[in-house]
T-cell receptor
Framework: AQSVTQLGSHVSVSEGALVLLRCNYS??????LFWYVQYPNQGLQLLLK??????LVKGINDFEAEFKKSETSFHLTKPSAHMSDAAEYFC????????????FGSGTRLQVQP | KAGVTQTPRYLIKTRGQQVTLSCSPI?????VSWYQQTPGQGLQFLFE???????NKGNFPGRFSGRQFSNSRSEMNVSTLELGDSALYLC?????????????FGQGTRLTVV
């Protein structure tokens, strides 16, 4: 079954540093890939989504992700971290066969140090 | 435009009891999905409703059920509660069912079973 692996359950960066959160999907190309963010005691908010229209996807708050089929990756990046970026980030493919639903990765908690 | 509203926000129940959680989607949205979030299992898909019909179901026991009303509001019910049902239950609404539609999440209902 299609799944994603998020490498690193915790990532810590300094304010102003590059943010890189890794997501690798398994074998078959997922039709759609999403990144969601969850702030403490909140629901999930969509950051960006890949729908095959373009491999480089720009999202909210200066986040972007590049779909790389050769590496089966969809890593999330941000050039300069802000304190407000501290949250948990989830990569999720949406499958259009079988169970049609978002299948979330295990999540990466981002800490931003002053 | 009002977001997804989940009630109640917090709930404490005793083992063996049953519980009903409510979700009011964004006005005009016809699809509602439910997810369970726990530290051990992460985010897991429960079920999805579209136009009052269950469209999709995750791997949860029959104690977990749901329904959707004609105004798209949805409820989920858990009977014979177990300690392991303690979790954050998230509801997401979409304009329609399917991969292209962005899912908007509520803040969740935190259920504690004692």
């Amino acid at each position: 079954a299609q799944s994603v692996t998020q490498l690193g359950s915790h990532v810590s960066v300094s304010e102003g540093a590059l943010v890189l959160l890794r997501c690798n999907y398994s074998s078959s190309v997922p039709p759609y890939l999403f990144w969601y963010v969850q702030y403490p005691n909140q629901g999930l908010q969509l950051l960006l989504k890949y729908t095959s229209a373009a491999t480089l996807v720009k999202g909210i708050n200066d986040f972007e992700a590049e779909f790389k089929k050769s590496e089966t990756s969809f890593h999330l990046t941000k050039p300069s971290a802000h304190m407000s970026d501290a949250a948990e980030y989830f990569c999720a493919p949406y499958m259009d066969t079988g169970r049609r639903a978002l299948t979330f990765g295990s999540g990466t908690r981002l800490q931003v140090q002053p | 435009k009002a977001g997804v509203t989940q009630t109640p926000r917090y709930l404490i129940k005793t083992r063996g009891q049953q519980v009903t959680l409510s979700c009011s989607p964004i006005s005009g949205h016809r699809s509602v999905s439910w997810y369970q979030q726990t530290p051990g299992q992460g985010l897991q898909f429960l079920f999805e409703y579209f136009s009052e019909t269950q469209r999709n179901k995750g791997n949860f026991p029959g104690r977990f059920s749901g329904r959707q009303f004609s105004n798209s509001r949805s409820e989920m019910n858990v009977s014979t509660l177990e300690l392991g049902d303690s979790a954050l239950y998230l509801c997401a609404s979409s304009l329609a069912a399917g991969e292209h539609t962005e899912a908007f999440f509520g803040q969740g209902t935190r259920l504690t079973v004692v």
